[in-house]
């Protein structure tokens, strides 16, 4: 549990809402055998004064619910949900996201390397429709 904070960093203000934000944000996740399976969920508001003339104040739910398995190779197949609900417009954004992760070192340096496809099941009339695709390097640094 802790918060959920919206900061109004957006460049283009077709690309964001230009209103700070805050909420609740919790995660629940239980590991065993090599499977991960969970959730995690938060609820944004737009605080007072925050909103342009031309936008309505946040009122969002996000949930994320996971599954995902890990090889003995290290190798992580997953399945997750980036759902997205708005309060204001009562619309959903629902892409379901399939990956394969990889962890492994590069010169000493752990990493993951993760791909996979995303299908939008459901989003608002000008959002994101269909398939598409999505890669990702990360650094890991562990103690």
Do not use: C
């Amino acid at each position: 549990m802790g918060p959920a904070i919206l900061i109004p960093t957006a460049s283009d203000k077709l690309l964001g809402n230009e209103q700070w934000g805050l909420g609740p944000t919790a995660v629940a996740l239980k590991q065993s055998n090599g499977w991960t399976r969970g959730i995690l969920a938060n609820h944004i508001w737009g605080l007072e004064g925050s909103p342009r003339d031309d936008k309505d104040k946040v009122n969002q739910t996000f949930l994320q619910p996971f599954l995902s398995y890990t090889t003995s190779t290290l190798t992580t197949y997953g399945v997750n949900t980036e759902a997205d609900y708005d309060w204001n417009s009562h619309q959903w954004s629902l892409p379901i996201n399939f990956t394969v992760t990889q962890l492994l070192k590069l010169g000493g340096q752990p990493l993951t390397v993760q791909v996979g496809p995303r299908y939008w099941l459901d989003s608002p009339d000008d959002g994101a429709q269909g398939w598409g695709f999505r890669a990702a390097v990360t650094l890991l640094f562990p103690r």
